[in-house]
């Protein structure tokens, strides 16, 4: 856990989606305190069409380029730590590829850890 879908325009080199995942990775590292080896994403190009935005929301500018980060993790991270995830995965994917913090945004969705399984039919999470 987390699994992260990430849905950005289909026009995206194999290098920039790379960089923006392995942005989201090491901030959930960072962050969250994940393991390393705990990286189960899904990248979804979407055509230009597809993506469906305002020029400007909540006095944020958005471009061509905007990406949508879906978080689905367990529960128990403070605002705090949220807070810091969605800045920290901001920075980096901006820091990195031509997408700019106004383009990344985030959902972050919690569920229990019933809800997991990572093979074999098996929750693991559950002691």
Not at 15 to 42: A, C, G, N, R
Not at 47 to 55: C, G, K, N, T, W
Not at 59 to 77: E, F
Not at 81 to 99: F, G, N, R
Request: hydrophobic content about 45%.
């Amino acid at each position: 856990m987390p699994f992260v879908n990430i849905y950005l325009p289909s026009g995206f080199t194999q290098q920039v989606k790379t960089k923006i995942s392995l942005s989201v990775h090491e901030s959930l590292i960072s962050v969250f305190k994940i393991p390393e080896k705990d990286y189960f994403q899904v990248i979804h190009p979407v055509m230009a069409e597809h993506l469906i935005y305002p020029d400007n929301y909540l006095d944020v500018q958005h471009t061509a380029n905007l990406i949508y980060i879906q978080v689905i993790c367990g529960p128990g991270r403070s605002i705090e730590m949220k807070q810091a995830l969605y800045a920290l995965i901001a920075e980096k994917i901006a820091a990195s590829t031509p997408v700019s913090a106004n383009d990344v945004i985030i959902v972050l969705t919690e569920t229990g850890w019933e809800n997991w399984s990572f093979g074999q039919g098996i929750a693991q999470m559950i002691n």
